[in-house]
């Protein structure tokens, strides 16, 4: 007899409740529309634009102050930030799936220079990378004479080494250190053991490094914003192979050209570099970009 | 369309040439999805069959959490398993993060509500007049929970489909837990969110017509065990 009784009620409420969820997201959906149309019609168009830049950059936070102001300085547009590898965002480019590229892969950006698929390239600043590792430094790079030695000491396995193998601009970076050094680390003996490729982004190579006690190289800007969380220290800097240059670069036959152009003055005018320049200062105590547009 | 044929020739050209990664990829998701959804099973199961047949208290509250968990995020999981097998974890002393191992735990994480919950809605469909007869007539328990797993078994086929397929097809938890570490812990998921980040369509699509494939067949495997059951059965 109980049961019969409750069972109607508990199901009576069910319904209720579901009606209830959907009531709140039709409600909900409503709203949308009538803020949608509350702001079509406010004074500027905005024009989205799309920015294809690279996961190290995104890691590093410095979009979150730079997007803002450039919104600030420029209301017609919007941005939208695709945070890929170096590869893929160039990629984009070559399938106008974004307006500008704000890239670090001087080899790649020449090529893609070269084909056709930009419609000028500038400088725009540059932050350095760093080799990161252990404290007790197992392979002991701190000791070697220059930066091919520490390849050299890197290559005989002794700790894991992590390579993105993403095709990144910090990809591309080591896979040059290797070369510079005539050190092939996927030939060696070990390499299944110690050569460890992650495809992954920065932050997440970082983690995987920590974990495994090996090392990396990592950009600057994303080691300095995740080092909390890391056992792990700076162990190579400062030798003038480690710079990373950036660059942006309009997408011909954009979507969206003029505000991919329009980015581009901004980010490479005075205006634009101090932005850069100051980014980091409160946070780290230190820029993490040095602007140096021409 | 061209950017599909284009990847499509590269993808069926790499796959051909029998190249050592895609297969090594393939091979790394059979072997620790297979894994997770076997200690699924051996723990799933029993746990269902309690659940759909036996009365005690705390049974419907189990079976909400069963319920809830089978619509429990992978990323979720993913996070939780991550940060208690992390260095600076409860569990770090294992050095277990990734690893196949941490991508072992946190798929049977996944699949087990789900195979648990699925195989306690078909325990629960054997009619409970059998059971009783079957007691009856002189069957030990041990007896009488193999006669009606062995009722409930087109339930524990789907309960292994649904496993398997939530757990082969999920990306968030095995990159967060494993790190796509090539040759090590790079499964097919991941590995097509890498390609796919590198601007190779090629592989990637490749991979998907793997993977897409892989389902295909168990969901075919499973429905030919279902009918050659259902055959024996009439």
Not at chain 1, 85 to 97: I, L, T, Y
Not at chain 1, 165 to 179: I, Q, R, V
Request: contains cysteine.
């Amino acid at each position: 007899m109980r049961d019969r009784s409750v069972r109607p009620a508990l199901w009576r409420m069910g319904v209720i409740a579901l009606a209830v969820v959907l009531t709140f997201s039709l409600v909900g959906c409503a709203k949308d529309d009538t803020e949608a149309t509350n702001t079509a019609p406010a004074p500027v168009e905005k024009t989205k634009i799309v920015l294809a830049s690279t996961t190290s950059t995104q890691d590093s936070g410095l979009f979150d102050v730079l997007i803002p102001a450039f919104e600030k300085a420029n209301p017609e547009y919007t941005v939208e930030v695709i945070a890929v590898g170096s590869g893929e965002a160039m990629k984009m480019g070559e399938n106008k799936d974004a307006d500008v590229l704000l890239v670090h892969s001087p080899a790649a950006e020449k090529a893609f220079m070269e084909a056709g698929f930009g419609t000028e390239r500038r400088d725009v600043m540059y932050n350095d990378f760093v080799l990161v590792g252990p404290a007790s430094d197992p392979a002991g790079v701190k000791s070697a004479a220059d930066l091919n030695a520490v390849m050299a000491a890197l290559a005989q396995g002794k700790a894991p080494f992590m390579t993105r193998d993403d095709k990144s601009g910090t990809n591309a970076k080591e896979l040059k250190l290797w070369t510079d050094a005539s050190v092939s680390p996927t030939a060696t003996a070990s390499a299944a053991d110690w050569y460890l490729s992650t495809g992954q982004g920065m932050g997440e190579t970082l983690k995987i490094t920590n974990e495994k006690q090996g090392y990396t190289l990592a950009d600057r800007a994303t080691f300095l914003t995740s080092k909390g969380a890391l056992d792990l220290v700076i162990l190579r800097e400062g030798d003038k192979a480690l710079l990373n240059q950036y660059g942006v670069i309009p997408v011909t036959d954009a979507t969206h050209l003029d505000g991919g152009v329009a980015f581009m003055e901004w980010i490479t005018s005075a205006e634009g570099q101090k932005v850069i320049g100051e980014f980091g200062i409160e946070k780290f105590g230190e820029a993490l970009f040095t602007p140096n547009a021409q | 369309m061209g950017i599909f044929i284009d990847a499509f020739r590269d993808g069926l050209a790499m796959l051909a040439s029998g190249a050592a990664d895609v297969w090594t990829i393939v091979l790394v998701s059979i072997q620790v999805s297979g894994m997770a959804v076997l200690l699924a099973l051996v723990l799933g199961i029993p746990a269902g069959f309690v659940l759909g047949t036996k009365r005690f208290v705390g049974r419907r509250f189990m079976l909400i959490i069963a319920n809830t968990g089978m619509g429990l995020p992978p990323v979720v999981v993913g996070l939780v398993v991550a940060m208690l097998l992390s260095r600076r974890g409860p569990f770090g002393s294992l050095e277990l993060l990734y690893s196949q191992p941490a991508m072992v735990i946190a798929q049977l994480v996944i699949a087990l509500p789900i195979v648990a919950a699925v195989s306690a809605a078909a325990v629960s469909a054997v009619p409970r007049e059998l059971r009783l007869q079957a007691r009856s007539l002189g069957a030990s328990p041990l007896q009488e929970a193999f006669m009606t797993l062995k009722e409930a078994r087109m339930g524990l086929i789907a309960a292994v489909a649904a496993g398997f397929g939530s757990i082969i097809s999920e990306v968030g938890a095995v990159t967060m837990v494993g790190g796509n570490l090539a040759g090590k812990t790079r499964v097919m998921t991941t590995a097509i969110v890498q390609y796919t980040r590198m601007g190779d369509y090629g592989p990637a699509l490749a991979l998907a017509a793997v993977l897409m494939g892989m389902v295909l067949i168990v969901n075919i495997l499973l429905a030919r065990v279902q009918s050659s059951a259902e055959r024996y059965e009439a």
